[in-house]
């Protein structure tokens, strides 16, 4: 099969893959950067635990080809603690009991920061557009909201 | 008693690991040559396999192995009747059954050359329809078996025909509920590895039972025990659905690792999951019930009747902790309950969060408030009139008597938050325009743990080591629910230390002793007891220990703050301290704890007996606002009440009630696994719709704790009871916004509108 190379910043660190044609931005993570942080629960863009910062956008990567990615910036779950120092959204989820099998908690992770790089102080409904696509089981969301309202203050009137 | 560790929010110990993506779930991890499995389902629910032809798919590049049945030792497996098959041998029955399995050096190439695996099919007729599954078919499904009973469970109580004589009004109802998925997010995963650790095969993966996993594994391959290990660590939700599923999964990868003597792993993607894990029993249900003028019930009569699929898995249980529950709290003098299960050509149905409850509560909840409607009673006071009370005799003839009934005050904190009685009234009234709100309740009871079902025991292993740091592991497993951190905060409460001290293993079956399923919501419980045992041994000899090297006197050891106290104040020494010198004297500082729960009874003659040790009780409350133009029904809040006993971790609680009331909302509402003869149309989340954030109401969890004599620090359940009341409470609400009665589930807009489906097919009315 016709192989594409592609350069990649993927959490900070850059790559030049080859990849087939129509390998998967999750597939490429998972499987040759064996970042497994990443999720795959649907593989159509429904559930969201496959969900990556790409340039900037929380995206679904199991629908995005990474063949068309060259020069492109992606964050992982993976990349989001700094010197084994956790991001503040990790903590937030850590510490309002936002986690519980934990296979969702990637992708809402990096819907939820995706959100709060363009807005910092989104209102409840803000967040729950941004989190919409990303479904948990466990959850009820309901400890989620709260970790995110934790750090983005009194919701705006 | 003020404690240093449970009944504290501590956060989740596994809860780094996953917000880091650290944690590694099945499909995560990777062994040396591994190869890659892929299933090749069946074609048709009901068919005759008349040849298979593997040769064009062996010669596909990469391919190591295909496997048929005529390659397994033992094809059949199961927990109760062994009538799984592992791949189809001479039929299918569903159309999730696995016919061949490849294993390939990449997924894309077992995926290839699934396609091009030959089989030759006789599509046969099949019975899709409960009623024809029960009334005489022309043919049973299992060809070997007379008819297509399951099973049939029985409950009887005083003589029915009495106390419907007696009654001043009598109301008979049928009622039905729909097959849903489990929708865990992790569709399942396996790998086995061969001869790894000196054992023949190591099954790793997203297994909810290893210990059920090691059987089947086992009994399949025709093995000892000892030869199969199951390791389980992160596992991504499962809510009852990663048993025989999984354990049939796990017998094909080991069956695939000894063929190439590689290690193999198979990942379902989602419509491989939705097409063969098993789901929720849909349940048709006739109520009767008969009561006096002022509300006091005197007879229930119930027949209920499971569609159990392709094979009996667990419905023989499922049914019966339906036959026990089946009324809901209340004191009636005369019940006849009779519950059934039927094989059918459907997607076989098992264990889901609930088991057998959800049903049998929208029908029993729905009916109360029928008869309040009749009887012109407010719901409540109908309930307040009939409820268990301490030393009440349940439906099944048993006395509550060891434990408080907390019904009474799980209702009237429900009422009270929800501000229940103003709202109610309020919305009695005419409501004009299009949205109308209704408020409504459902309470439930439910046994704790397994009942008489099985044998109900757990084993724990703590070690304490040389520096103080500690092992903990438990024959339970994680689901997710949150079972490591609540057994951790156990363990460092006895033994005094700080649970950071703790490294909570997985599940490994050949380390900790068979513990039976994590099911039931018995973990809390059964594996509570249990790792309270093991340190509290440990804590014994360590103590003995101490007292003699230490020469104290006199009062007992006190191990708190890391320390060990002699009498206020006084610290003899550190608990690190004196982990080294009970080392160094060789003092084994290790112990297997061990929780047999106590006795109960069934009697499948009479239908009678105790069949659960202990109870829980809830009420939920459910507001809702209908929109009689659309039929969109919007939860604008649920106000959950639940008795867990004592909550050793009361945010983990909430969590679990937030997580049940939403999947309940989803089941009330919005979820049904759509078949038309035995054809699955919903197959991935694009059209199998379960909650969204956006579909989250406003929740209101209420904690409830009445400390149980048998549970650990008086803890009980709380993962099921969240589930089982949310589909009810919003029926009820629906009804009074309405006006109408809507007696299946899901309330969808068809049938607030017009009172019926318009989806074609399903085995919904
Ligand atoms: S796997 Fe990508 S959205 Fe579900
Ligand atoms: S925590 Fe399990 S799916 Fe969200």
New interface residues.
């Given amino acids: 099969m016709e192989k594409v190379k592609v350069r990649l910043t993927v959490n900070g660190n850059s790559f030049c893959l080859e990849v087939g044609a129509k390998e998967r931005l999750l597939d490429t993570l998972r499987e040759q950067l064996r970042l497994t942080g990443v999720k795959e629960g649907c593989s159509i863009g429904e559930c969201g635990a496959c969900t990556v910062i790409l340039n900037g956008e929380a995206v679904n990567s199991c629908l995005v080809l990474t063949g068309q990615l060259d020069q492109s910036e992606v964050v992982t779950v993976e990349g989001l603690a700094q010197d084994g120092r956790l991001e503040p959204l990790q903590q937030a989820f850590i510490d309002h009991h936002a986690v519980q099998c934990g296979f969702c908690t990637p992708g809402m992770l990096m819907s939820a920061k995706a959100l709060l790089m363009k807005d910092p102080h989104p209102g409840r409904e803000q967040i729950k557009t941004a989190l919409e696509g990303n479904l948990c089981r466990c959850t009820g969301y309901q400890q989620i909201i709260e970790a995110i309202e934790s750090l983005t203050g009194p919701e705006r009137e | 008693m003020s404690y240093c560790q449970v009944n504290k929010?501590l956060?989740?110990v596994?809860?780094?690991?996953?917000?880091?993506?650290?944690?590694?779930?099945g499909?995560?991890l990777t062994f040396p040559d591994m190869l890659y499995g892929k299933v090749l389902r069946s074609k048709y629910p009901h068919a005759r396999i008349k040849g298979i032809n593997p040769e064009k798919a062996l010669e596909y590049p990469g391919v190591e192995a295909v496997l048929t049945a005529k390659d397994i030792p033992n094809n059949l497996f199961g927990v109760i009747i062994h009538n799984q098959q592992v791949l189809a041998e001479r039929e299918t029955y569903y159309i999730g059954d696995g016919i061949a399995v490849v294993a390939a050096r990449t997924r894309e190439a077992a995926e290839q050359a699934r396609e091009l695996i030959e089989v030759e099919y006789e599509e046969l007729p099949g019975i899709y329809r409960l009623e024809e599954a029960r009334d005489e078919p022309v043919k049973p499904v299992h060809p070997e078996m007379a008819d297509n009973q399951v099973a049939h469970h029985t409950l009887r109580k005083g003589d029915v025909k009495l106390g419907f004589a007696e009654a001043e009004i009598i109301l008979e109802r049928e009622y039905s509920t729909q097959l849903i998925e489990?929708?865990?997010?992790?569709?399942e995963a396996v790998i086995a590895v061969p001869a790894q650790h000196s054992t023949l095969l190591t099954i790793y993966g997203s297994v909810q039972n290893p210990y059920a996993t090691r059987r089947a594994v086992a009994g399949v391959l025709q093995v000892p025990l000892a030869q199969i290990k199951v390791i389980q660590d992160?596992?991504?939700?499962?809510?009852g659905g990663k048993d025989e599923n999984v354990s049939a999964m796990a017998a094909r990868a080991a069956l695939l690792a000894l063929k190439t003597g590689k290690a193999v792993k198979m990942v379902n993607?989602?419509v491989e999951s939705m097409l063969e894990s098993y789901k929720r029993h849909p349940y048709q249900m006739k109520y009767k019930v008969g009561a006096s003028k002022e509300g006091k019930i005197l007879a229930m009569e119930i027949k209920a009747e499971a569609d159990s699929g392709a094979y009996a898995c667990q419905t023989p249980f499922v049914t019966w902790r339906s036959v026990v529950q089946a009324t809901g709290p209340y004191e009636i003098p005369h019940v006849k309950t009779d519950t059934y299960g039927f094989y059918t050509n459907n997607v076989y149905t098992g264990a889901m969060r609930g088991y057998g409850s959800p049903q049998v509560i929208f029908a029993q909840e729905s009916l109360l408030d029928e008869l309040a409607r009749e009887l012109k009673i407010d719901p409540v006071e109908l309930r307040l009139q009939n409820i268990y009370h301490n030393n009440s005799i349940t439906a099944s003839g048993q006395r509550l008597d060891n434990h408080q009934v907390s019904l009474k005050e799980v209702l009237e904190r429900a009422l009270t938050a929800s501000e229940y009685k103003a709202k109610y009234r309020e919305y009695s009234q005419r409501q004009p325009g299009e949205k109308k709100r209704g408020i409504g309740l459902a309470i439930s009871y439910r046994g704790c743990s397994l009942g008489a079902e099985a044998i109900d025991a757990a084993a724990a292993n703590i070690a304490i080591l040389n520096d103080g740091s500690i092992t903990l592991s438990c024959g339970l497993a994680e689901?997710?629910?949150?079972l490591k951190t609540i057994f951790s905060q156990i363990a460092a409460e006895i033994l005094g230390v700080d649970p950071e001290r703790i490294n909570y293993l997985p599940v490994d079956t050949s380390a900790v002793p068979d513990s039976g399923a994590t099911v039931a919501s018995r973990s809390t419980m059964v594996g509570g007891n249990a790792v309270k045992n093991a340190a509290e041994k440990l804590k014994k000899t360590f103590a003995d220990f101490v007292a003699r090297e230490y020469e104290t006197t006199g009062a007992e050891l006190v191990f708190r703050d890391e320390q060990i106290y002699n009498g206020p104040g006084k610290a003899v020494t550190s608990f690190s301290e004196a982990a080294a010198a009970a080392f160094y004297q060789g003092v084994l500082l290790n112990a297997t704890g061990w929780y047999l729960s106590p006795d109960i009874s069934w009697d499948e003659e009479t239908g009678s007996g105790n069949p659960y040790f202990t109870y829980v009780y809830g009420c939920q409350i459910a507001e809702v606002e209908v929109d009689i133009g659309t039929g969109e029904i919007s939860v604008l809040r649920i106000t959950a009440a639940h008795d867990v006993g004592r909550a050793i971790n009361p945010?983990?609680v909430?969590?679990q009630?937030?997580?049940?009331?939403?999947?309940g909302l989803g089941y009330g509402l919005m979820e049904e696994v759509e078949t038309e003869d035995g054809y699955i149309s919903n197959t991935?989340?694009?059209d199998y719709l379960?909650?969204?954030?956006?579909d989250?109401p406003e929740?209101i969890p209420i904690i409830v704790e009445n400390p149980d004599p048998n549970g650990p620090f008086g803890a009980k359940s709380i993962g099921e009871p969240t589930l089982e009341l949310a589909g009810a409470a919003i029926a009820n609400a629906v009804c009074q916004a309405t006006g109408k009665r809507i007696r299946s589930l899901p309330l969808n807009l068809e049938r607030v509108l017009i009172g019926s489906s318009l989806r074609k097919g399903g085995r919904s009315k």
């Fill in positions: 929010s956060t989740r596994d809860a780094y690991a996953k917000v880091t993506g650290q944690a590694k779930f499909a995560d489990h929708a865990y997010l992790e569709p992160h596992l991504g939700g499962s809510f993607d989602r689901n997710g629910q949150g945010a983990g909430r969590g009630i937030y997580g049940g009331v939403m999947m991935n989340f694009d379960i909650p969204t954030i956006k989250l929740i």
